[in-house]
């Protein structure tokens, strides 16, 4: 029996507006709160005081993660995954509420969004893990990585369209970009309610629940295919991400205000999509390890030409060089975010192909709890990174630099890691076994 496109299968057409849903809902608030952070703490502080609280931000996301990061990978192999996804999507919708109301009332403040930030960071712990785990149990294996491009096109699409919506609403209606979210988060809720039970996994080998937990770990550490991807993609971005650079750079760089911040929001996004609907029609299938460090170091290249195309075209075109889309310097740190957007969707679509079909089923949950760490911690502390230095040294050299250190980051990991370069394709070991295919199908 042929494998079916995953689009036939029911309970993953859910998953996939569920994840749509929820990612404009997140992509939407993300823009919003850095926004409202950045704006609120400027009525008070310079630009690197404003930075730094920008860094606290990413701070206070990260944090739940860390803590959380074992008991959520095990929840997600002990606990039906479902009902974990539905809980987690629940608090996001709380949390959106939450900031409509706030925001409506004139009440909001950096303390509120502070901690909304933190509560947002607790149900991605859980949701990650889980959703990750997930996607596998609604597709044969066949077709897995065609699911994983779906997947990750549903979350670029998302990314595209959620800081424009967020930046559009919130100059029409501040809290409008949350009232929006809220009713994404019930929709994405309502999809997940449509997705049909699935096999429990059978964990095997420790029985105590603490080894269970660190087993993640162990296998992560043991399987050095794993763990080249996934601690690339954590050192890469951590060092080269600058996404929390884009309030200050749309503010008091490019001059583009918060219209233009979704616009910078939302260009690595169509890259990526671009990126991932191609993936979705023709997978990748040849030199999928090399493919992925070429990609990671276009990232670096990518983000070292936005940083710096203001400072270097100003002094030449003076200010006509900023202020609108179609500014050059503007024009160029859109083209150089697309092209982030693009070599990113690369390493996302490598590295989840790989972690998905080089784990066994029953250790899923747990090992994408590790995987979301290290991305976590790649985005947050990136942010919080790329803060704090711009607080110190300025966000031209935090972003530059940082993309410049993530070329050699990638250089490195090449030597160090060579079994990324060996991965020729996504076949996985015939060791591991999936459910069968009828039990998939709807």
């Known amino acids: 029996m042929s494998a079916p496109h995953p689009f036939r299968i029911s309970s993953f057409r859910a998953y996939f507006i569920a994840r749509l849903a929820s990612t404009l809902a997140q992509m939407a608030m993300v823009i919003v709160i850095g926004w409202q952070v950045y704006d609120i703490a400027r009525e008070t502080m310079s630009i690197q005081g404003a930075a ?31 009902f974990i996804a539905r809980a987690s999507v629940a608090l996001e919708m709380g949390c959106a509420g939450v900031l409509a109301w706030l925001t409506y009332t004139n009440a909001i403040t950096l303390p509120a969004l502070f901690t909304v930030a933190a509560l947002l960071g607790v149900a991605r712990a859980f949701a990650s893990p889980a959703l990750q785990a997930l996607a596998p149990n609604l597709v044969p294996a066949a077709v897995l990585p065609t699911a994983i491009a779906l997947s990750s096109l549903a979350w670029q699409s998302g990314s595209i369209v959620g800081p424009a919506m967020g930046g559009y609403l919130y100059a029409w209606a501040d809290w409008g970009a949350y009232a929006a979210s809220t009713g994404l988060f019930a929709l994405a809720f309502l999809c997940l309610l449509f997705i049909k039970p699935i096999p429990r996994a059978k964990i095997t080998g420790a029985t105590n629940p603490w080894a269970q937990m660190v087993d993640g770990l162990h296998y992560v550490r043991r399987n050095r295919l794993v763990l080249g991807a996934i601690s690339l993609d954590l050192f890469a971005v951590l060092l080269g991400g600058a996404t929390a650079m884009l309030p200050i750079y749309a503010r008091d760089i490019l001059m583009v205000g918060a219209e233009g911040l979704g616009h910078l929001r939302a260009a690595p ?70 092209v982030v957007g693009a070599t990113d969707m690369v390493s996302v679509y490598v590295r989840q192909s790989l972690i998905q079909l080089y784990t066994p089923d029953e250790m899923r949950g ?53 079994e990324l370069r060996a991965a020729r394709s996504f076949d996985p070991p015939e060791t591991l076994e999936y459910p069968p295919l009828e039990e998939k199908l709807a």
Do not use: C, H, Y
């Open 366 to 418: 747990r090992v994408g709890a590790v995987s979301t760490l290290f991305v976590s911690g790649s985005n947050e502390l990136g942010e919080a990174r790329s803060g704090f230095l711009a607080a110190a040294v300025g966000p031209v050299v935090a972003v530059a630099g940082g993309g410049a250190l993530a070329v050699l980051v990638t250089i490195f990991w090449d030597r160090l890691f060579p």
């Open 269 to 338: 996004a169509v890259g990526a999509v671009a990126v991932g609907a191609w993936f979705a029609w023709r997978p990748l299938k040849t030199n999928v390890g090399g493919k992925m460090l070429a990609a990671v170091i276009g990232f670096g290249v990518a983000t070292v030409v936005f940083g710096l195309a203001a400072p270097v075209l100003v002094p030449i075109l003076g200010q006509s060089a900023v202020g609108s889309d179609f500014a050059p310097a503007v024009a160029l740190s859109l083209a150089a975010l697309v």
């Open 52 to 82: 730094f609280q920008l860094g606290l931000i990413g701070i206070a996301q990260f944090v739940p993660l860390l803590l959380l990061s074992l008991v959520t990978g095990w929840a997600a192999d002990r606990v039906d995954r479902r």
